[in-house]
DNA sequence: GTCTATAATTAGATAGAC
DNA sequence: GTCTATCTAATTATAGAC
């Protein structure tokens, strides 16, 4: 229609939009999951949410800037999808408690990763080399989850509840399991010909990975 | 040292190699697999190997064909490394000889993964979109393995041998949880202070992977 | 705070000497 | 078949009008 490939309207009007700080976060998150930092451009950030591309850097001090405040915002979702899941001090928690608690935060974190492949995506772009950007989503984000995941999985295996393996592996045997098939979304329509954000596919798979790694609460409960 | 930055030599020397086509498609593979098709240059792809980039557009047709090339690359080791893995009609195998055949599976494409991390780095980097790359690197690579592993899967699980699950949420489960350490290997790095390339962790990973997927080799056999 | 115009850099691809 | 030089297009960031 003779619009210009870069330019959000029509008509040039001026709006003023209070929500376009989170706005420009949301779109950051699907442009970086999907392509990563570099594969991103600033230019379809904002396009996506009809604004223009320097609106970026008033509202933010660059790219970088624009990058770690999405994933500040992503890893506060997380947070609140996971809030509760594990006791504060498995030692003092029954076993079987720690168990089901381990079971409810297996079922949401798959939850939280149909709901927001953009996690494992970014992580996958970013953790091929070590980078600043790396060490500081690391250290600020994953280790809190990495160390709680590992005390819990070590108490419930020092309890004979599950299989004998390092909670290092097990970290990340449950992460990839978890997110797999909401980060290639796109290959499980062309693969399998099913959506994997189906409630009914999210469940499913929640059910097969509590099945696997705690098979002895079907068992002793 | 006044070298320039993109020039692969300080010396004008001219230098005939016959094995440059394959040096290309293996510098291709790292560079694809960690910054994806958008996010590679063509430049960094030719400097790893001393070459200067338009010899990519000598050799091949354009970095589009590149790609095509490192991936059918990829593909044929992968071939190599997994065969004679699965029985070729697992309904005439033994229930008992299918379930040793896909623990051997595991244990090769876990050590695959491994070595090849490119492998699920590119899926990842291509399958978060519809894209004609996917569409292509899906039904020429990926369904024959697909097929493979979900027929033997459906075989033991209606044997009673492994847990009732969904063989597409199992291949996504396997997949994602055989290669999340090696994609991310500088996240292990940081986080868990080991080197998932690490024979030991390798071996580890691989048996742990079994013994949650097929919990009745060990207690069958 | 929004928007246009543009500066500085880098990308893939090609022309042509050797 | 290798290599230098260069073209066109796209990138992030900035200047300055409104």
Chains 1, 2 share one sequence.
């Not at 599950?162 to 290959?187: F, K, R």
């Amino acid at each position: 229609m003779g619009r210009k490939a870069d330019a959000p309207h029509n008509v040039r009007t001026r709006r003023a939009r209070t929500d376009i700080r989170e706005a420009l976060l949301k779109s950051a998150l699907v442009e970086f999951g999907a392509n990563g930092f570099d594969g991103a451009s600033t230019r379809a950030i904002a396009r996506r949410v009809e604004a223009h591309q320097p609106q970026i850097n008033y509202h933010f001090e660059s790219k970088e800037a624009l990058w770690a405040a999405s994933v500040d915002y992503l890893f506060g979702l997380l947070g609140e999808a996971l809030d509760g899941a594990l006791p504060a001090d498995p030692a003092q928690a029954s076993t079987s408690h720690l168990a089901a608690g381990f079971a409810d935060g297996i079922r949401r974190f798959v939850r939280f990763a149909a709901e927001h492949p953009e996690l494992n995506q970014i992580m996958v772009h970013e953790a091929t080399a070590a980078s600043n950007r790396l060490t500081w989503i690391t250290e600020a984000h994953i280790r809190p989850g990495f160390d709680a995941i590992g005390l819990a999985w070590r108490t419930l295996r020092d309890a004979g509840w599950v299989a004998p393996i390092d909670s290092d592996i097990l970290y990340y045997l449950l992460v990839g399991a978890a997110s797999q098939p909401y980060v290639t979304a796109a290959e499980v329509r062309l693969l399998a010909g099913r959506d994997p954000r189906d409630p009914e596919w999210i469940d499913s798979h929640a059910e097969a990975l509590v099945a696997i790694l705690l098979p002895g609460l079907s068992r002793n409960e």
